[in-house]
């Protein structure tokens, strides 16, 4: 009886065979194939290599996209964004920054109005206007067109000794390629007088039409017909004892000779520029006397 049951016990044991054989065609048959699969990625991955080349010109395409310039227009301050000149090929800028840089080159174009006439500078006042604008100051003052009130207002302020042009409350009015603006002007001219020196100070607003041409961003903003209103003048007598006591400030000119046309040659401006010879010096509090 004990050695029957060891006998169907080796018949179990000898079973075994058929798993192995399951075994061997699972496990032999994926290397053998796995063998031509990687000799076959060899090409594949030389074959993609050649394009490698192509991510990075896309990604350098990606760098100067309409998008991230947008990006970066609308990240600028709107005084940097009115000294940069994108190319025409560009999409337009949105219209509530457009807008910005209207006015901030408008806003330039005034102060330049008051830098003209204060310097006498000939060339920067025919620059704020078109060449067919027209300015209405009143009847027996002046009306006419550009270049007769360029002449006109060069001999004017040639019989004043000195001026001072303030602009603010600067209002504008943007329709496309037109622009109404309403600026405040404080003016003060010294005058000689028969009877000796007088101060005028003169309250008044500029109301400009300004046209951009040609049409679109790409043109340029200039006056095409200015008012001047007064609002109030007041005239005061001169006391020069500020001038005689502090001789060695630093005074305007009327001229090119003035220091605002000589920015260009301050300390730092040119590499390899000397510090200025008066650093160092001390100074009391009474050095400025009133």
Not at 16 to 35: E, V
Not at 209 to 234: M, S, Y
Request: charge should be positive; include cysteine; charged fraction near 25%.
């Amino acid at each position: 009886m004990a050695t029957a049951k060891k006998k169907p016990a080796q018949v179990k044991k000898a079973t075994p065979p058929k798993a192995a054989k399951k075994i061997a065609p699972k496990a032999k048959p994926p290397k053998a194939a796995a063998k031509p699969k990687a000799v076959a990625a060899k090409p594949t991955a030389t074959a993609k290599a050649k394009p490698k080349a192509a991510p990075a010109k896309t990604v350098a395409k990606k760098t100067p996209t309409p998008k991230g310039k947008t990006l970066l227009k609308k990240a600028l301050h709107p005084t940097m964004m009115a000294q940069l000149s994108f190319g025409a090929s560009e999409e337009q800028l949105p219209v509530r920054l457009q807008a910005v840089v209207d006015k901030c080159e408008i806003t330039d174009l005034l102060y330049s109005t008051a830098r003209g006439l204060d310097r006498i500078d000939e060339t920067l006042l025919r620059s704020v206007f078109h060449p067919d604008a027209t300015i209405d100051l009143g009847p027996g003052v002046f009306q006419g067109m550009t270049g007769d009130y360029v002449h006109w207002v060069i001999g004017v302020m040639n019989q004043t000794r000195e001026s001072h042009h303030l602009i603010g409350n600067i209002q504008v009015t943007l329709e496309g390629d037109v622009a109404f603006v309403e600026s405040y002007c404080h003016a003060h001219f010294r005058l000689d007088k028969p009877t000796g020196r007088e101060d005028v100070f003169i309250g008044s607003r500029f109301l400009d039409r300004l046209e951009r041409r040609p049409t679109g961003p790409a043109g340029v903003w200039k006056i095409i017909h200015r008012k001047q209103i007064i609002d109030w003048v007041r005239t005061e007598a001169v006391s020069d004892l500020f001038y005689h006591q502090n001789p060695d400030a630093l005074w305007s000119y009327r001229t090119k000779t003035d220091l605002s046309y000589q920015m260009g040659q301050f300390p730092g401006s040119h590499s390899g520029n000397k510090l200025p010879a008066f650093l160092g010096r001390r100074y009391e509090s009474k050095s400025v006397k009133f």
